[in-house]
């Protein structure tokens, strides 16, 4: 049996922070639109900092995609999953605790691309996270982050990809606007280049292309800057890469790695200009380029110009860390392993989940009190309503902060509605399948038990996700049982846990208030929770 009276929890509760002192060992895998890379980092808990020991990469082109169906192509498919079992072989070799992996825009946008992914965990035991592309920009804002000083300026970071371009505007404290476009080197190759070198023309309609594309989020990124400011401009990626060493080749004293590098506006088109005149054969013989890099350079050299002409910089910075790297710094955010000038950043879950609060006018007051109560009963009957690892628990917090986000829409209904507005919302920090358990959570937290018609019980990729979320929304379904007034009147809760049954004695605010109202809401979850879980549920009031 487990008795225990816990006080209400504040939405700034979360995990202990794990001890320090070790070394411990990361595989990070980026699933891009032209490469696949694998990363293999020592974490020094001590430091809190790490390095990179092992980094591979591979040319799968993911983003050669059928013309017709726009799906991921065999070959494409074959070419991903057998790099990622070399991939997962090398990592397991290093005796690495956890591979973290994130799929982009290849994956993102094809109609077969999740169940090329479900093929990845079934076959390869990866679990892939398929990120959308405002936290595709965060992981390169962090991993960026994590190799080069900001100081007091901000900074303007450009990763350009195969499938989508990122444009961030950030400091050391935070990311200020996270944007990302459907323009990307691959992309642009496929759909726009027929002859190479590309006619005068042909460039021309690019380059207003590539502007058109990237207004808004230049607009965004403008309107961000303060007054005075003079932000920095960082690009990464490949195509940046490669420029930067073309350019570099030119130097008298080259430098040994490209990190750090500045590059003038006035140089980089000069090396464009150079690039947009090479037939393929001349660009392969480059050797700053692979046969790959000299396929898909020109165009992603042209988005690197005109950017930057849009931006209005003269000069930019190179950075070898993206977001591979951005894997890496968002595990150790995760186990609470990084200096303080990350600790704004550690807590983008919460800061995220508190802004959607905030955008669908939710009371946050009774958001919380609710929250509270779900991890007071979370923590208090772990073994009789859940066996959850710990992964549940931040899940449950942010689904009850949004579990009444619908109630604008729909008051009778919603909890369908908040489901949508959840599931559609912007959640930063969490991966696919934490964002779809969120909103499912929100979802069965009153009225029907899941049931296999549902689209919320369907998008659920595994059965560990469904039961997940099963549990959690029963817990969810008994704290908003105890909100059914504007004002508080239940002060805590001492819960009794065993095999079978669940007592719960609820304290008031006031000596004798009656909180009748409260114990016949909960009694209400006593035969959803008996269905669900076998569990007896009995409700009395601190005499």
């Known amino acids: 049996m487990l008795e225990a009276e816990a006080d209400p929890l504040t939405s700034a509760d979360f995990e202990r922070l794990p001890r320090p002192g070790e070394m411990r060992r990361v595989a990070a895998i980026d699933i891009g639109t032209n490469s696949t890379h694998l990363l293999v980092a020592a974490v020094d808990t001590t430091l809190r900092t790490f390095n990179i020991i092992q980094a591979e990469k591979s040319t799968t082109r993911l983003g050669e995609r059928d013309p017709d169906s726009g799906e991921l192509t065999a070959a494409a498919m074959q070419r991903g999953h057998e790099t990622l079992r070399r991939f997962r072989d090398l990592a397991i070799s290093h005796d690495v605790e956890q591979i973290v992996t994130a799929a982009t825009s290849a994956v993102r946008e094809a109609p077969n691309g999740r169940d090329f992914l479900q093929q990845i965990k079934e076959g390869l035991g990866i679990d892939v996270d398929l990120v959308s592309g405002s936290e595709e920009a965060r992981l390169i804002y962090l991993g960026v982050l994590s190799g080069m000083s900001f100081g007091d300026r901000p900074h303007l970071l450009l990763d350009i990809g195969g499938g989508s371009t990122e444009l961030i ?33 042909r ?44 350019a570099a080749s030119e130097d008298v004293r080259p430098p040994l790695r490209m990190h750090g590098y500045r590059l003038s506006r006035q140089r980089l088109d000069r090396v464009v200009d150079r690039l947009v005149a090479m037939t393929p054969e001349q660009r392969r013989e480059l050797s700053s380029l692979n046969d790959r890099r000299a396929e898909i350079i020109v165009p992603g050299a042209l988005i690197l110009q005109t950017t930057m002409q849009m931006l209005g910089v003269d000069e930019l910075l190179l950075s070898e860390r993206a977001l591979r790297e951005g894997l890496i710094v968002d595990w150790m955010l995760r186990h609470g392993l990084l200096e303080d000038r990350f600790s704004f950043q550690s807590s983008i879950r919460q800061r995220t989940v508190i802004h959607q609060v905030q955008r669908f006018a939710v009371n946050q007051r009774r958001a919380e009190r609710v929250a509270s109560h779900a991890l007071c009963l979370y923590d208090t009957t772990r073994g009789v309503m859940h066996d959850d690892d710990g992964q549940g628990r931040e899940l449950l917090w942010a689904a009850a902060m949004l579990h009444a986000c619908g109630q604008h829409i729909n008051l009778s209904a919603y909890h369908k509605h ?21 909103a499912a959570i929100a979802r069965y937290h009153r009225r029907s038990l899941p049931k296999k018609r549902h689209e919320s019980w369907q998008a659920m990729a595994t059965r560990e996700n469904r039961r997940r979320v099963s549990e959690m929304a029963l817990l969810l379904r008994l704290a908003a049982a105890l909100d059914r007034r504007p004002e508080p009147v239940v002060a805590g809760l001492r819960v009794t846990a065993s095999t079978g049954s669940l007592k719960l004695e609820l304290v008031p605010e006031r000596l004798n208030q009656n909180l009748s109202l409260e114990q016949w809401s909960l009694e209400s979850c006593a035969a959803p929770l008996e269905e669900a879980v076998g569990v007896v549920l009995s409700v009395s009031v601190q005499g």
């Open 418 to 438: 908040s489901w949508y507005l959840i599931r559609h919302g912007e959640l930063l920090g969490y991966s696919e399948a934490e964002h779809l358990m969120v």
């Open 203 to 246: 460039r021309s309609f690019l380059q207003s292309f590539i502007q058109g594309s990237l207004e808004p989020a230049v607009d965004k990124v403008h309107r961000r800057i303060k007054p005075g400011e003079i932000p920095a401009l960082v690009a990464t990626s490949g195509t940046a890469m490669a420029i930067g060493a073309l």
């Open 169 to 201: 505007l950030a400091d050391g404290r935070d990311a200020r606007a996270l944007t990302s476009t459907r323009v990307g080197a691959v992309r642009l190759q496929r759909d726009f280049v027929k002859d190479d070198p590309i006619p005068p023309q």
